[in-house]
C-alpha cells in the first residue's frame, strides 16, 4: 500500500508549484520526477511510471513546473526550469529525509534535472533517471547544439 500527499512548495522567483508525493510503505529510494514539456505530473504516463515505481518499493515526488502549473503552453526558461528541479529535490529531501535520493523525468524534465546536476545544484542526488531522454530541444539537430548548454 501507498500513502500520496499533495504538496507544495515555492521556486525561487516563480511563485509555488504542486507535487505529488507517492510513497509506499516499504520505500527503499525516492525518485524527483520531472514531467515533459507538454503534459504535467499527473499525465497517464507520469502517474503510470510512478505506480510502478512505487511496486517496485520506489518513492516518487512528481510536480508542475512553473509553467505548467499556471496553465502555459510555453515552457519556461532553462533558469526557471533547473530552479524548479532544485527545488523539488530540496522538497524531497525534507519530506522524507529517510530514503537516498534520486532524480530525473520524462523528456524536457530528464534534460532539464541533466542540466541541473551539469550545474552542480543537486546536493544530496545518488543518481539520475530518465524517461525519454532527448539530446537536443526539439527541431534542433545535435550539430546546432554541440558545445552549447540546452
Given at each position: 500500500?501507498?500513502?500520496?500527499?499533495?504538496?507544495?512548495?515555492?521556486?525561487?522567483?516563480?511563485?509555488?508549484?504542486s507535487g505529488i508525493l507517492l510513497r509506499p510503505q516499504s520505500a527503499e529510494s525516492?525518485?524527483?520526477?520531472?514531467?515533459?514539456a507538454g503534459a504535467g505530473m499527473t499525465h497517464p504516463f507520469m502517474e503510470?511510471?510512478?505506480?510502478?515505481?512505487s511496486a517496485a518499493r520506489v518513492a516518487t515526488l512528481r510536480f508542475q513546473f512553473?509553467?505548467?502549473?499556471?496553465?502555459?503552453?510555453i515552457?519556461?526558461?532553462?533558469?526557471?526550469l533547473t530552479a524548479t528541479i532544485l527545488s523539488a529535490v530540496r522538497a524531497a529531501s525534507e519530506a522524507v529525509p529517510d530514503l537516498p535520493l534520486f532524480?530525473?523525468?520524462?523528456?524536457?524534465?530528464g534534460r532539464m534535472t541533466s542540466l541541473a546536476a551539469a550545474q552542480n545544484t543537486l546536493d544530496g542526488v545518488r543518481g539520475l533517471v530518465f524517461f525519454g531522454f532527448p539530446l537536443h530541444?526539439?527541431?534542433?539537430?545535435g550539430n546546432e547544439t554541440r558545445g552549447a548548454l540546452v
Open positions: 500500500m501507498s500513502i500520496s500527499e499533495n504538496i507544495r512548495f515555492a521556486v525561487r522567483d516563480a511563485g509555488e508549484v525516492l525518485l524527483v520526477l520531472a514531467h515533459g503510470s511510471v510512478a505506480s510502478e515505481l512553473p509553467y505548467m502549473e499556471q496553465q502555459r503552453k515552457p519556461d526558461r532553462p533558469p526557471v532524480a530525473g523525468g520524462k523528456s524536457l524534465g530541444p526539439p527541431n534542433k539537430t
